[in-house]
């Protein structure tokens, strides 16, 4: 931005509509909570600050927000009251203050530069973001001058005349103001109405009566999206993949049926990647060019590289590092582990805390032992070797370089490079047995 930016974020309501222990806006929609998608967008305009205002008994909060500086508003008296719990930080701001609710996590940083622009034009002293819904019942109006377009007033429903209340144009309480002079028109706001509280959007009000002008700027009713209720959570979560969905698609992945596919926020993901229906992408997942995943995966705080291969029906936990070209099949567990390039896990096999050489082929039913109840071990598994089906890897272990482990070996022992070895239990067989063991249980039983 062209002037010095700085970002107020309320966030101290509970929500109590929401029935949680946790404050409202640390709940997530598409893996993040809902506060940090709207310091995101700050971050994304490069303000100065960021200023979070947060209730009493917030620290889960706090906590989220880091490094940003927290106000604590300890008795909730309205939307100005709230902004103005940030005085210290404002009261020698210069350029402008953009104020955001964490509860809102759709506004693009678009939208938000599209605002701090139109104020910036008049000079106006505050601006306000509003939209068009089919129904307007509930919302505050925005009515505005018909010839200039100025912003006259921001009238509450509850106080609308039978003409007002026809008025489609509505608020959708993000506003940006001139930070010089923004404190002393904030305290010029009272409180004198039915709840005794100090509403921010007296502001218009009160700049008109000093002789300033004010204006409103047209936004998409879905970015306004304010979230109250576990209902609105869902919707915003639908909302906010359709969006990502949208970008991978535009950026070169193909998504065979996007609606199947939930996607995080942070998820990175490069060019011709197919990913098919019914893939759920958890935090920190980075996917490299040309890799595959297939239906009914889970992914999370893993990293795959080019040409790899996923699932069907796999599962990469977080610490999953997969190589160029390596193969993760179906049913198959990875967990802090690395397949180098080339390496194999293909059936219903268990690696975790593992490091498996490149071109390595680990067989069906595979898996490292790698927890006792108190420690996790580690497994590592040389380039080129060949590790057979239903093979227990009792951690710490050792398998060398080209090296064979025969089916259904319980290895607890390191294995040199280029051996074979063979753990198993010498076979016995006792001819008859079966039937003579059914003949008397018969006896024993009367039954057939």
């Known amino acids: 931005m062209s002037r010095p930016l700085s970002v107020v974020v309320l966030a101290a309501g509970m929500g109590t509509r929401m029935k949680s222990t946790q404050p409202k806006v640390l ?134 005349t039978d003409a007002e209340r026809r008025i489609g144009f509505c608020n959708s309480g993000v506003m940006c103001f001139a930070a010089e002079g923004m404190v002393d028109l904030l305290d010029a706001i009272n409180n004198k109405n039915a709840k005794g509280e100090y509403y921010l959007t007296d502001a218009v009000a009160v700049a008109r009566d000093q002789g300033r002008t004010c204006v409103a700027v047209e936004v998409a009713e879905e970015e306004t999206l304010g979230v109250n209720s576990r209902a609105q959570l869902a919707i915003a979560e639908q909302l906010m993949q359709s969006r990502l969905r949208d970008a991978a698609m535009r950026n070169g992945a193909t998504l065979v049926d996007p609606g199947s596919v939930f996607l995080c926020a942070d998820s990175d993901i490069g060019q011709d990647v197919v990913i098919e229906p019914n893939v759920v992408f958890g935090p920190g997942v980075k996917i490299g060019d040309n890799v595959t995943i297939k239906a009914f995966s889970h992914l999370e705080g893993c990293t795959i590289a080019s040409h790899a291969d996923i699932g069907p029906y796999a599962r990469l936990r977080p610490g999953a590092d997969i190589g160029k070209g390596a193969k993760v099949g179906n049913f198959v567990e990875i967990k802090k582990a690395t397949l180098e390039t080339g390496a194999k896990v293909n059936h219903l096999s268990y690696i975790g805390d593992a490091r498996i050489g490149a071109k390595a082929n680990i067989g069906a039913g595979t898996i490292t032992c790698n927890y006792d109840g108190f420690k996790k071990y580690q497994t590592d598994i040389g380039a080129g070797a060949f590790i057979g089906s239903n093979t227990a890897l009792v951690a710490p272990v050792t398998v060398g370089d080209g090296a064979f482990v025969g089916a259904g070996s319980t290895l607890s022992g390191d294995v040199a490079a280029d051996a074979l070895v063979l753990v198993r239990a010498e076979r016995t067989e006792k001819p008859g047995w079966a039937a003579r063991f059914r003949d008397k249980m018969r006896a024993l039983t009367g039954k057939n």
């Not at 700050?42 to 303000?47: E, N, P, S, Y």
């Open 27 to 160: 709940h997530k929609v598409a893996g993040k909570p809902m506060v940090n998608h709207v310091i995101d967008a700050a971050r994304f305009l490069h303000a100065e600050q960021t200023l979070i205002v947060v209730g009493p008994d917030m620290a889960a909060l706090e906590k989220a927000v880091a490094p940003h500086p927290t106000f604590e508003q300890t008795d909730r008296l309205g939307t100005a009251h709230a902004v103005l719990a940030a005085r210290n930080a404002l009261e020698n701001a210069t350029g402008d203050v953009l104020v955001l609710y964490g509860d809102s996590p759709l506004f693009t940083p678009a939208t938000l530069e599209r605002l701090i622009a139109a104020r910036n034009e008049g000079p106006h002293a505050v601006a306000v973001l509003g939209f068009t819904p089919d129904d307007p019942a509930g919302y505050g109006r925005l009515a505005t001058d018909p010839f200039t377009g100025e912003l006259q007033a921001i009238i509450e429903d509850k106080e609308c």
